[in-house]
Nanobody
Framework: QVQLVESGGGLVQPGGSLRLSCAAS????????MGWYRQTPGKQRELVAQ??????????NYADSVKGRFTISRDNAKNTVYLQMDSLKPEDTAVYYC???????????????WGQGTQVTVSA
C-alpha cells in the first residue's frame, strides 16, 4: 500500500522560511509527478508547486503567488519531494498537502495519492 508522509510544517514569522518534506513509501512502480497543494477554510485546494519527471529532464510548475519565493525539488532515490518556502507571508497560511501521481506495483495505471496534510501558519 502506498503512503505519503509529510513533515516540516509549523509556525513562522512573516519573512521567515520553512521546508516541507514528503516521502512516498510502499510498492511503487513509477512516479510521474509529485507536488504540493494548499487549502484554507472555505476555499478549494489549490496547486502550489509541481515537479514532473521526464527522460528529457524535470519540469516545474508554480502558482503565480509563490513564484520566486518557493522552490520544489525531489530526491528520486528516496521518492521524496521538498518544498522550500522563503519570504513567507501571512497569506501563505494553509494546510499543505503532498500529492503524487504514481503507478502502484500491481496496478494498471497511474493514480493520485495524497498526504494527510501539514499546517503552515505565518504570523507575527
Amino acid at each position: 500500500q502506498v503512503q505519503l508522509v509529510e513533515s516540516g510544517g509549523g509556525l513562522v514569522q512573516p519573512g521567515g522560511s520553512l521546508r516541507l518534506s514528503c516521502a512516498a513509501s510502499g510498492s511503487i512502480l513509477s512516479i510521474d509527478s509529485m507536488g504540493w497543494y494548499r487549502q484554507t477554510p472555505g476555499k478549494q485546494r489549490e496547486l502550489v508547486a509541481q515537479l514532473t519527471s521526464r527522460t528529457s529532464g524535470d519540469s516545474t510548475n508554480y502558482a503565480d503567488s509563490v513564484k520566486g519565493r518557493f522552490t520544489i525539488s525531489r530526491d528520486n532515490a528516496k521518492n521524496t519531494v521538498y518544498l522550500q518556502m522563503d519570504s513567507l507571508k501571512p497569506e501563505d497560511t494553509a494546510v499543505y498537502y503532498c500529492n503524487a501521481y504514481l503507478w502502484p506495483r500491481g496496478g494498471s495505471w497511474f493514480l493520485d495519492y495524497w498526504g494527510q496534510g501539514t499546517q503552515v501558519t505565518v504570523s507575527a
